[in-house]
């Protein structure tokens, strides 16, 4: 495992095991932006046809991982982690 790989599933963990009542409250927006960028990491460019109008989450959430279409993993990876360490540095 790369070191990017590493430091990728480090910062999902962190992600993954926040509080739910910390001092950092992410917007909507920044969360499907962490979506986009873990899924793009995960799984590569998004798959499937665009869920319809009367599933407004998964449709927002699809969107988001569209727009990241074509990003390479390890720069997606990249993304995520940079996030997490500035959200981390601000709030602890």
Do not use: H, T
Not at 10 to 31: C, H, I, M
Not at 42 to 54: E, I, R, T
Not at 58 to 84: F, H, I, L, N, P
Request: hydrophobic share 35%.
């Amino acid at each position: 495992m790369s070191d990017l790989q590493s430091r990728f599933r480090a910062a999902v963990d962190k992600v993954s095991n926040a509080p739910e009542d910390g001092r950092f409250k992410p917007s909507n927006d920044y969360k499907l932006k962490m979506y986009a960028l873990y899924r793009q990491a995960v799984d590569g460019d998004v798959s499937g046809k665009k869920p319809g109008m009367f599933n407004p989450i998964a449709r927002c959430k699809w969107q988001a991982w569209r727009d990241v279409k074509g990003m390479s993993r390890e720069d997606a990876m990249a993304q995520y982690v940079a996030e997490v360490d500035k959200v981390e540095a601000q709030y602890g």
